[in-house]
T-cell receptor, first 118, second 114 residues
């Protein structure tokens, strides 16, 4: 079974600075997807960024980028120019590739609480 | 374009009661997944519905059951509620057949069992 580990329960960053959230995972599969979701106090889980394992290029979405190290099974999220609205719980999630006929469920880590200080 | 919606937003029940939670998927989506998120934890997969059938199930007892309707909306039913069932219940929808098949979440239903 796949597992996802987020080793930082809490992180803080100054507004306009850069912060990196860590995520590692364990799998024997070669093709899969990785996600970062953001959950603000409003509770709604919002997709931040997605990475396909077969793509070597790291995904980027505006101020959010990932460092995907497949061999190390590491998938960190970098937030640049942090804003007050970035404060939230951040969850790393794994999903098997549906094309392999595997599980399509999301497996989540326990989350990292990000505080942004003005 | 309406996103995923869930009802009710909050619910209080007592032990032994039964509860039904509802979810309407994002327009164009045909698959609904349900997750339970205990306080301070990441979401845990309960089950997934596609074509009105349970396609996959996580490690949850039979007290948890579901249904999907022809319009793709879904219900989660929990019988014989326990205190430990208190959690945020999240519904996520996706479109089966797409390689990326990203799941989009609703705002959740907060269930408190007393």
């Amino acid at each position: 079974a796949q597992t996802v580990t987020q080793s930082q329960p809490e992180m803080s960053v100054q507004e306009a600075e850069t912060v990196t959230l860590s995520c590692t995972y364990d799998t024997s599969e070669s093709d899969y997807y990785l996600f970062w979701y953001k959950q603000p106090p409003s509770r709604q889980m919002i997709l931040v960024i997605r990475q396909e394992a077969y793509k070597q290029q790291n995904a980027t979405e505006n101020r959010f980028s990932v460092n995907f190290q497949k061999a190390a099974k590491s998938f960190s999220l970098k937030i640049s120019d942090s804003q007050l609205g970035d404060a939230a719980m951040y969850f790393c999630a794994y999903r098997s590739s549906a094309t392999q006929g595997g599980s399509e469920k999301l497996v989540f880590g326990k989350g990292t609480k990000l505080t942004v200080n003005p | 374009d309406a996103g995923v919606t869930q009802s009710p937003t909050h619910l209080i029940k007592t032990r032994g009661q039964q509860v039904t939670l509802r979810c309407s998927p994002k327009s164009g989506h045909d698959t609904v997944s349900w997750y339970q998120q205990a306080l301070g934890q990441g979401p845990q997969f309960i089950f997934q519905y596609y074509e009105e059938e349970e396609r996959q199930r996580g490690n949850f007892p039979d007290r948890f059951s579901g249904h999907q309707f022809p319009n793709y909306s879904s219900e989660l039913n929990v019988n014989a509620l326990l205190l430990g069932d208190s959690a945020l219940y999240l519904c996520a929808s996706s479109e089966t057949g797409l390689a990326e098949e990203t799941q989009y979440f609703g705002p959740g239903t907060r269930l408190l069992v007393l």
